[in-house]
């Protein structure tokens, strides 16, 4: 069974940096472009960016690029998100996802809420 | 960026059909390929996959299912609406970079 399991989230001050991690079971997750997504509460969906299989090609949506840093342990299986300079706007849901051109988000997580309040 | 542009609700009844539309901002095709994707997505779950390059269904969605269009316009479309289909659907583009999602269909029952 294809597994993705997000953590990390939680209650953070406005101004400070957190990590999110997503665990990947139950399929080749070396093979696959895998990225983030998020959703503010009530809202659509954000693409944050992805990161592709030997973690050469890094890309972000360019609002959150300063912000956002993406990487990956392929040993570990997992996906990680750092956030920088957290500001109210980045309260979400955070779901990681495979990512390819054929196929498109194919595989989610449940996602780890991310709340940024003082 | 590719803008997508979803009606924000469709009300439908049991048994009927539902036809949900996406229009791009520009073309999302290349060549034979339509670079669109559609997603359900529950109250308190993840977006699952339903329908990927416009008209292709994903594995274990039923046929009721099914995605059609080319170029900036596109259509999902439920027959028969069934209770289980009630949820907000997402059409994505991956056209060009940055991916970009539409703002959500929320089906409601009539």
């Known amino acids: 069974e294809v597994k993705l399991v997000e953590s990390g989230g939680g209650l953070v001050q406005p101004g400070r940096s957190l990590k999110l991690s997503c665990a990947a079971s139950?399929?080749?997750?070396?093979?696959?472009?895998t990225g983030w997504v998020r959703q503010a509460p009530g809202k659509g969906l954000e693409w944050i960016g992805e990161?592709?299989?030997?973690?050469?090609?890094?890309n972000y949506t360019p609002s959150l690029k300063d912000k956002f840093t993406i990487s990956r342990d392929s040993a570990q299986k997992t996906l990680y998100l750092q956030m920088s300079k957290l500001g109210s706007e980045d309260t979400a849901i955070y779901y990681c996802?495979?990512?390819?051109?054929?196929?498109?988000?194919?595989?989610w997580g449940q996602g780890t809420l991310v709340t940024v309040s003082s | 960026d590719i803008v997508l542009t979803q009606s924000p609700a469709l009300a439908v009844s049991l048994g009927q059909r539902a036809t949900i539309s996406c229009r791009a901002s520009?073309?999302?095709?290349?060549?034979?390929?339509?670079?669109m994707y559609w997603y359900q997505q529950k109250p308190g779950q993840q977006p699952k996959l339903l329908i990927y390059?416009?008209?292709n269904l994903a594995s274990g969605i039923p046929a009721r299912f099914t995605g059609s269009g080319s170029g900036t316009d596109f259509i999902l479309t439920i027959n028969p609406v069934q209770a289980d289909d009630i949820a907000t659907y997402y059409c994505?583009?991956?056209?060009?970079?940055?991916?970009?999602f539409g703002g959500g269909t929320k089906l409601e029952l009539k």
């Open positions: 390059r416009a008209s």
């Open positions: 139950g399929f080749s997750f070396n093979d696959y472009w």
């Open positions: 520009q073309s999302v095709s290349i060549s034979t390929y339509n670079l």
């Open positions: 990161i592709n299989q030997d973690s050469s090609s890094i």
């Open positions: 994505q583009q991956n056209r060009e970079s940055p991916w970009t």
């Open positions: 996802a495979t990512i390819s051109g054929s196929s498109g988000f194919a595989y």
